[in-house]
């Protein structure tokens, strides 16, 4: 059976060094969170606002052990777009989770 194509580039800054962590499996992944603003106007003659976006980002396999960011440094991340918690994170979120394994 195919999946439904499900693709999602998320461009960012790191609002916090990112946690390694293990899975109960012991494989190695990288969790952390990424802020983007949209500017937008809401009417055309109005002043420019700004709202922030918060993702959850989880990257596996080989490239968590390359992931090197930090803190409000640029990040762009290809991956998929999760809506169930996998984690156990009781908030309601997205996740993403990068696609690419080294």
Do not use: C
């Amino acid at each position: 059976m195919a999946n439904d194509l499900n693709s999602i580039i998320v461009a960012g800054r790191l609002t916090a060094d990112p946690l390694k962590k293990e899975t109960v499996n012991g494989k190695p992944y990288v969790v952390f969170t990424t802020a983007s603003n949209r500017f937008f106007k809401r009417t055309p003659d109005s002043e420019w606002e700004q709202k922030p976006s918060f993702l959850s980002v989880f990257i596996f396999n080989g490239m968590s052990e390359n992931f090197n960011a930090k803190k409000g440094d640029k990040v762009r991340i290809v991956g998929r777009m999760e809506s169930e918690p996998s984690f156990h994170i009781e908030a309601e979120h997205y996740e993403i989770v990068e696609r690419f394994q080294a």
